[in-house]
């Protein structure tokens, strides 16, 4: 099993979502956060005074995914979270070595 986290756009959340559910994938975490990369935040203006944006709103998505269908739902999430423009987000995939159901106690991928 692999814990995949993707840090996305947050217009692109329901898009990721449909396009995990359409592989298979039957749950995840989504996570408002604040970050920045290599955009490094942004200018803007506010009632005439200018003022920097260092964190960007993002959203973190984080699934626990049998290792066969790792490679698909990587896939997925950067075909559906992709604009082609700077800060679309990033994938990290760790390894999981195991999951416990609080409510069954079932482990493993039977508790995925």
Do not use: C
């Not at 814990?3 to 989504?30: M, N």
């Amino acid at each position: 099993m692999k814990l995949v986290i993707a840090i996305i756009k947050p217009f692109k959340l329901d898009e990721v979502r449909e396009a995990l559910s359409g592989i298979g994938v039957q749950g995840f975490t989504a996570t408002e956060v604040k970050g920045f990369g290599r955009q490094k935040g942004h200018t803007e203006l506010y009632r005439g005074a200018e003022y920097v944006v260092d964190f960007l709103p993002k959203v973190k998505i984080e699934v626990i995914i049998e290792d066969d269908l790792v490679e698909k739902s990587v896939e997925a999430i950067q075909t559906a979270a992709a604009t082609g423009r700077i800060g679309d987000g990033k994938i990290f995939i760790s390894p999981v070595e195991d999951v416990i159901r609080i409510r069954t106690g079932e482990r493993g991928s039977d508790a995925i």
